[in-house]
């Protein structure tokens, strides 16, 4: 289906399909579901559309999850729509923080609708969070990265930089400044001295380059929560869930990059590594995440069942 439609319209052109229809946030997420629907048996013929084939008066000035949940309170209760239509979107921090403290809050399982489905932690990309895909990765990277050595010593950082993951995305979320935060953590602005990650004050400077008003003191701000409630339990194991898939994409592989370094890799690989090779990285995921366990996929597994 490559026309846009309305609201009433796409109504109109799901109930008509013979299969169900999954609705997603963005071109990557349908690139996934369509790898995921071959893995799992039966489900070859399911529809997946993304959220720009709305085109709705509703939809103006909004982003991805926000037409998609536009979209879905337009559905009433008793409608034949339930049957046909699923829609997974990124949980972000849905039941995760207090709105009243803005503080996190201890992981839960995510409230799902029997059509809106959403992640486990923050984004889609969180599910990468872990040490399997990272070695997935570092083998298949080449270019003699993944020795015995670094393997041994990012499986043992790997917590590490989920812990200053979540913390970083802890004070961005205060601040109100996540949006300034694209792709604003690179290389340079990343050490690893063997037991933290230090994120420089050139980070400073950019979200003020960027019109962010209150960029002074973010960094100690983030050195306090990565040594304190991400550093202790319940949240020091639940990081994965917590961290935003962006920024805990650039710090996990800024760290991993680092310490390639440390053990000899120039920095053109290593910026390689922290940053580039995105598409081959996506589709190496998108292979390993494919051949998971469906308890490991939860609550993904459930766009593609009948019940």
Not at 107 to 135: A, D
Not at 256 to 281: H, L, Y
Request: hydrophobic share 35%; charged share 25%.
């Amino acid at each position: 289906m490559s026309n846009k439609y309305s609201f009433g319209g796409y109504k109109i052109a799901v109930i008509a399909r013979t299969n169900r229809t999954i609705l997603v946030e963005g071109k990557d997420d349908k690139e996934l579901f369509n790898r995921l629907k071959l893995s799992i048996g039966g489900c070859e013929s399911i529809n997946v559309d993304s959220s720009d084939i709305l085109d709705d008066h509703l939809t103006f000035g909004l982003g991805a999850k926000q037409r998609i949940d536009a979209f879905v309170s337009q559905i009433p209760t008793g409608s034949s729509l339930v049957e046909k239509f699923r829609c997974f979107v990124d949980r972000e921090w849905e039941e995760l923080v207090d709105q009243s403290t803005l503080e996190p809050l201890p992981w839960t399982e995510p409230k799902l609708t029997e059509v809106r489905l959403k992640t486990n932690g923050h984004s889609i990309e969180n599910y990468g969070f872990v040490w399997e895909f990272v070695e997935i990765y570092l083998k298949h990277f080449g270019r003699g990265v993944a020795t015995e050595l670094l393997l041994k010593e990012v499986s043992g950082a790997l917590p590490n930089f989920l812990r200053a993951a979540a913390a970083f995305s802890e004070v961005a979320r205060k601040r109100h400044v996540l949006s300034r935060c694209t792709d604003i953590i690179d290389l340079d602005d990343i050490d690893w001295d063997g037991e933290k990650i230090l994120l420089k004050s050139s980070i400073e400077c950019k979200l003020s380059a960027r019109g962010c008003q209150n960029a002074n003191g973010i960094l100690e701000e983030y050195l306090a929560c990565y040594a304190g409630k991400w550093s202790v339990p319940p949240f020091e194991t639940e990081t994965h869930y917590h961290a935003h898939g962006h920024i805990g994409d650039a710090i996990i592989w800024g760290g991993i990059a680092k310490i390639s370094m440390r053990q000899g890799v120039s920095e053109q690989i290593g910026r390689e590594i922290a940053t580039g090779r995105q598409d081959e990285k996506r589709r190496v995921w998108h292979g390993w995440l494919s051949g998971l366990p469906v308890n490991q996929i939860y609550p993904i597994r459930r766009a593609f069942a009948d019940n």
